[in-house]
């Protein structure tokens, strides 16, 4: 595999051109797209227990979901797969999910590359799980493992799975990228005895660390607490499990961002270059949080940088 471990800061001036065109309305059910198919992670309940009713999950105007019961999987299948598969988190502090400003988007970005997509709809922490910040993690190791289990149905190559997130989905992706001995659940099925290594992990403006002086993130607080220790904070921080073993990361990050700092990305990005585990941090001067596809460097999108750094990596390749 050719070196991808560099650092570079580019500048931006002007709003995405790669602009998405759906709001989905107020619901009690998630949406079913004519190209896609919504499945459950899990063959019963989820683990742990509890959880809000069975009436959710509650989705906003802009495609927020929240009160989460039944997490699920959404693929998004390309005209001519490559046999490569993304899941994706989209963000929204662990509180909700900002599905339609970020992850249909990027699915249906990812697909124009032949890369089958999978949309994450997890549980979130504060929604009386028994098992506190839990269940977010085992629904993106459960879907990692479906994925590979099921990848004959999708025409996927199981050694092709990535992972993408965005703000605190990409705290959640990171954490499984960096993480894939980590057990998290009680197996239920021939699934969860795949592994959960993945082949890279795609970070957009991602919570990383929750240590100080970074831990007033609405993901340090739905996943550390009121007043936790700072053995709990490195707990939850990603770049405290990277690796010489992690997958190759993709960063991009604005310094303007005033949700998660850009030292996020930064501080992975070092712990990446401390492990010789290759890196691609972009670090745009304007953007703000939560841009999702849009940011553009000099008129281009980040999805084209983000797309020649898949391609110059060989991760499109077809066997």
Not at 17 to 32: D, G, I, N
């Amino acid at each position: 595999m050719t070196s991808i471990t560099r650092r570079k800061i580019l500048s931006t001036t002007a709003s995405a051109a790669l602009a998405y065109a759906l709001l989905l309305p107020h619901a009690k059910a998630a949406p079913m797209l004519n190209d896609s198919t919504t499945f459950p992670l899990w063959p019963e309940h989820p683990p742990g227990g509890q959880g809000p009713d069975s009436s959710g999950p509650f989705i906003s105007s802009r495609g927020a979901y929240s009160k989460i019961s039944v997490p699920t999987l959404t693929v998004y299948q390309p005209e001519h797969p490559n046999g490569a598969a993304i899941i994706i988190a989209a963000g929204g502090g662990y509180h909700y999910i900002a599905t339609g400003k970020e992850a249909i988007p990027a699915a249906r970005w990812l697909n124009s590359l032949g890369i089958t997509a999978f949309i994450l709809t997890y549980r979130l922490p504060e929604e009386g799980w028994n098992e506190g910040g839990l269940p977010p993690f085992q629904d993106a190791q459960r879907a990692i493992r479906l994925v590979k289990y099921k990848a004959a149905t999708w025409h996927i190559d199981p050694d092709k799975v990535g992972l993408m997130g965005f703000s605190a989905g990409g705290h959640l992706m990171g954490m499984c990228a960096s993480r894939p001995d980590w057990q998290t659940y009680q197996p239920v099925d021939q699934a969860d005895s795949l592994p959960l290594n993945v082949q890279f992990a795609m970070l957009a403006y991602p919570v990383v660390t929750l240590k100080p002086p970074y831990n007033k993130t609405r993901t340090h607080r739905s996943l550390a607490g009121r007043d936790p220790t700072p053995e709990k904070e490195k707990a939850w921080s990603v770049e405290t499990y990277i690796t010489d073993k992690a997958p190759p990361f993709f960063l991009i990050q604005a310094a303007d961002d005033r949700i998660a700092n850009p030292a996020n990305t930064a501080i992975l990005q070092q712990a990446c270059l401390a492990h010789h585990v290759p890196v691609t941090r972009y670090l745009f001067e304007k953007g703000g949080h939560g841009f999702g596809m849009n940011v553009p460097q000099g008129g281009t999108p980040w999805p084209e940088l983000a797309q020649k750094w898949l391609e110059e990596n060989h991760f499109l390749d077809k066997k």
